[in-house]
């Protein structure tokens, strides 16, 4: 048998057919959100999730910049994106295709309870975004396959349940939080003011006067901080929200329209940019 190494295993395998993605929420994981997905040339614009984004390529590479440091991935990566971490992401050569689950952080807290027998103080959190471990990769996408494929429950649980448990042992850290002690700075002002008001139509000038700086300042130190431009989080922030609107039922357009989206064409464009999937898709998932 010939050894050939991570990078050849990323230029050396082909891409071929269509693109293709199967979405769905597992109820035995709290509804966490799967993603199975074969992308050629669909790039996701930048996003964050409310949960943690945990995943894995089976083949070709994904290039992506996370927190603003760039990386590519390919068969035997992981990504493990904290929740509010934006990312994004385009295929590298003729595409990927990839897994992933989007664990809510009171499951993860959950399973290293169970694990621990404790209880859990401060924040679970992931510090490397990208990293290499074949072998916990290869049982992420055996645990993912047989959620895909409706295993048994218990067979389905288990392997979920231990190669989550396994990433926090090896790869986890926690963030202790004090309440009420976070510098409330400019662009950290301009970042609330958006996301309680995403679905109004705010102009530049408006967020310069919460802010307290000039627009120009506030565009580059609002960059800087948060890897993203003021408007492109305003934008994630509304497709956040009607993601939610979708779980509970919303029709495509009721929610572009309660989410401040000026039409449905526009709401679909983004919110596949920053999904991989359609709106539709992702309401039947």
């Not at 109820?27 to 040339?41: N, S």
């Not at 309680?196 to 627009?215: C, P, Q, T, Y």
Request: proline letters at 4%.
């Amino acid at each position: 048998m010939q050894t050939i190494s991570q990078q050849q295993a990323i230029d050396d395998t082909p891409i071929e057919g269509a693109e293709r993605t199967r979405f769905w929420r597992d109820a035995r994981f709290m509804g966490m959100e799967c993603l199975t997905a074969t992308f050629i040339t669909h790039e996701f614009a930048p996003h964050a999730h409310e949960t943690f984004s945990i995943g894995a390529i089976e083949a070709g590479s994904q290039i992506s910049k996370i927190k603003g440091e760039r990386s590519q991935a390919g068969p035997g990566d992981f990504y493990l994106i904290n929740p509010d971490e934006i990312h994004d992401g385009h295929p590298g050569g003729s595409g990927y295709r990839y897994r992933m689950v989007y664990p809510s952080a009171d499951l993860l807290v959950n399973i290293i309870e169970d694990v621990t027998g404790r209880a859990f103080k401060g924040t679970p959190s992931f510090s490397k975004r990208v990293l290499q471990d074949p072998e916990l990769a290869l049982s992420f996408h055996q645990a993912h396959r047989t959620l895909e494929l409706a295993g048994g429950t218990l067979e389905a649980e288990e392997k979920m349940f231990s190669v989550l448990a396994a990433m926090f042992e090896k790869h986890g850290s926690t963030i202790i939080t004090p309440i009420e002690t976070r510098e409330q700075s400019a662009v950290h002002r301009a970042r609330d003011f958006l996301t309680k008001n995403f679905a109004e139509d705010i102009g530049l000038e408006e967020l310069a006067r919460v802010a307290g700086l000039s627009r120009a300042h506030l565009i580059r130190a609002f960059r800087k901080e948060f890897h993203i431009t003021p408007h492109a989080f305003l934008t994630d922030k509304r497709v956040r929200a009607a993601k939610t609107l979708l779980r509970h039922g919303w029709s495509a357009v009721d929610a572009a329209y309660q989410c401040g989206f000026a039409d449905q064409a526009h709401f679909s464009r983004h919110f596949k940019a920053r999904t991989g999937v359609t709106p539709g898709a992702f309401r039947a998932g």
